[in-house]
């Protein structure tokens, strides 16, 4: 019997018997048909067995479908790197909005951690200048009044934007929270000379 005709229980058996996953991509390469057969069964894989790789490599480059075939098919959804970045600090980081959107979808994401160098997603939205990014983090219930492990608030980031600022006092942000120098956000920006900055702080 040709290999195309097998039934399709039988086609997913040979699939996931094949341990080298180069060639389980090849197969799915082949057609459609095996790509629908093999492809699942390579994202399972990478999920149970090379700790949601894939789903890390999404949040690096923003790649939405990767991201929601990983999480279809079982990928740990805060799964880490060895600089402890998981997807979501890696979306924040590089900007990839809809890639959060995404993993922020999923029950149990877990919004506030933070990677080796002690950056959270939303510490990287707010230094990164993301109005948009910072909203949505901060919509689903990051705090805005955390504190990195250097001792300064979120609104204690050196060249912190107005937008940024704005944002982080929309949702509660404390204007009078002191770092671990003992400096208010009003402190910092008074000698850092920014009018702008001062204005809002003490509105």
């Known amino acids: 019997m040709p290999f195309m005709n097998l039934p399709t229980e039988i086609v997913i058996?040979?699939?996931?018997s094949l341990d080298d996953n180069?060639?389980?991509a090849m197969l799915a390469r082949t057609c459609r048909f095996l790509y629908n057969v093999a492809n699942p069964v390579l994202y399972a894989r990478n999920a149970k067995n090379e700790g949601s790789?894939?789903?890390l490599w999404a949040g690096k480059t923003g790649s939405v479908e990767t991201a929601k075939l990983c999480i279809k098919y079982g990928a740990n959804v805060d799964t880490y790197a060895d600089d402890l970045r998981t997807p979501l600090i890696l979306a924040a980081d590089n900007g990839h909005v809809k890639l959060a959107e995404v993993l922020l979808a999923c029950?149990?994401?877990?919004?506030?951690?933070?990677d080796v160098d002690g950056n959270s997603a939303t510490f990287l939205a707010a230094k990164n200048d993301n109005p948009e990014m910072l909203?949505?983090?901060?919509r689903h219930g990051a705090?805005?009044?955390q504190v990195h492990r250097d001792g300064m608030g979120l609104l204690h980031i050196p060249d912190l934007s107005i937008r940024?600022?704005?944002i982080l006092l929309r949702y509660g942000a404390n204007p009078e929270q002191m770092d671990s120098a003992g400096?208010?956000?009003?402190t910092r920006a008074v000698k850092s000379g920014s009018i702008p900055h001062v204005a809002l702080l003490l509105e």
């Open 107 to 114: 029950p149990g994401t877990y919004i506030s951690e933070c």
């Open 164 to 166: 940024a600022m704005q």
């Open 22 to 24: 180069r060639d389980l």
């Open 53 to 55: 790789s894939a789903l």
């Open 13 to 16: 058996i040979i699939a996931k």
């Open 143 to 145: 705090d805005a009044d």
């Open 183 to 186: 400096k208010t956000p009003l």
């Open 135 to 138: 909203d949505l983090l901060l």
